[in-house]
């Protein structure tokens, strides 16, 4: 097959949805099909060395949403002019924005099916920055008329889809799973082990991780006035991606003496940046105890399931999309998403480290699902729509 990926980021951008391009990218291409990615151009883009194609167009950043571009492809006519001269059997659509509608328009084009996952709240991402209301749901309603044009729309989870109605879509949808990268590894105490002492990490004191985007949607802020109470009992705190929020959540940090003290062995919070080598990020799951991720704002987090395939169990805003596949106290836990709430049911976890062992191994069994199995259920699914809609063509 020729598929065609379409994304508005890609790799060094460090985020959920573009993670799940490139992995569908690579087991795909594995596979034997021709695999193009179509996303825009950002600084740092790797084009070479890789078993399919990256095609990309021009684009501009977004303001106060670094790394993020706004792409536009409308105005880069030599990619209009390769891309419309591209075949492919189907195009998957990640995103209902630039990219998405270069998809939508090349399917239309050759008259193959699309595909979109439906993965963001998009509306809470344009009430961040667009105060009226008005506009908002304008922007929102297109959201679903993209989706509304095409063959299939997936999701990564059942409570996914419950958003995507919210927004005013009814039609059909397709619950396909996010695996992870690092399914295939074999967890072991030796690798926890080796992950803590390359971290300098106390093998008494428990490590506690977040992953992701630094952005106060995430409820970052309540993670550190949550440790703010737990000052009394020994943890580590480690902070690993970047965003807007950083500088804020480290002065926050700062103020309430978590860190940048005089003498760095006081700090409880240790914010590390971004990790773009996976296999070291591999290395911080694996040496980690608890993965905080207190967010609402995210619907099927990769990072818990990350966490997971590593045996560190997730404890998650009770309410929450992520909150859908834990079990409390089975394989990973749950709390409001309430500093003074989240910091105690925190101080219970810690004082039980068997609770939070046998929530591991849960959780590596329950929540993780390879990328090469998930590439296979794809693969599938996209043969069965191509021979669908061509048997439509044929009938009429």
Not at 83 to 95: L, Q
């Amino acid at each position: 097959m020729k598929i065609g990926l379409f994304n508005d980021c890609f790799p060094p951008v460090m985020d959920g949805v573009s993670l799940t391009v490139k992995n569908y990218a690579e087991k795909l291409s594995r596979k034997g099909n021709e695999v193009t990615v179509v996303t825009p151009d950002e600084p740092g883009l790797q084009t070479d060395g890789k078993d399919y194609d990256i095609f990309s167009y021009m684009s501009l950043p977004v303001p106060r949403r670094h790394p993020y571009r706004w792409g536009l492809p409308q105005l880069d006519f030599p990619f209009q002019y390769r891309i419309s001269r591209m075949p492919f059997d189907i195009v998957h659509a990640h995103c209902p924005f630039s990219s998405g509608q270069v998809a939508l328009k090349q399917a239309q084009r050759q008259q193959i099916p699309i595909i979109a996952t439906f993965h963001s709240k998009y509306r809470e991402d344009f009430r961040r920055v667009i105060p009226n209301d008005y506009i908002v749901d304008r922007l929102v309603r297109q959201v679903v008329e993209f989706y509304e044009q095409c063959d299939e729309v997936w999701v990564p989870q059942a409570s996914v889809g419950e958003t995507l109605r919210e927004y005013g879509y009814r039609g059909p949808m397709e619950v396909v799973d996010n695996g992870s990268e690092y399914a295939e590894l074999v967890y072991s105490e030796k690798m926890k082990a080796e992950g803590r002492k390359l971290l300098y990490i106390n093998k008494e004191e428990p490590l506690l991780l977040f992953v992701g985007q630094h952005i106060w949607e995430k409820n970052v802020g309540i993670i550190i006035e949550a440790l703010a109470r737990l000052t009394d009992i020994p943890w580590h705190m480690l902070f690993v991606g970047d965003g807007y929020a950083r500088q804020d959540m480290i002065a926050k940090a700062t103020q309430l003496g978590l860190t940048g003290n005089d003498d760095y062995r006081q700090d409880r919070i240790t914010f590390m940046g971004c990790v773009h080598d996976r296999r070291m990020l591999a290395q911080i799951y694996a040496a980690a105890d608890l993965f905080l991720f207190p967010s609402i704002y995210d619907n099927a987090p990769l990072v818990v399931r990350e966490a997971a395939a590593l045996h560190t169990p997730a404890l998650v805003a009770r309410g929450s999309n992520t909150a859908e596949v834990i079990t409390d106290g089975t394989n990973g836990f749950l709390a409001d998403a309430d500093a003074e709430a989240y910091a105690n049911r925190l101080r219970y976890l810690l004082s039980r480290p068997c609770l939070i062992d046998f929530s591991a191994g849960n959780a590596a069994r329950t929540l993780v699902r390879s990328w090469t199995n998930i590439a296979e259920e794809v693969q599938d699914r996209y043969q069965h729509l191509i021979r669908r809609v061509q048997r439509k063509q044929v009938a009429l």
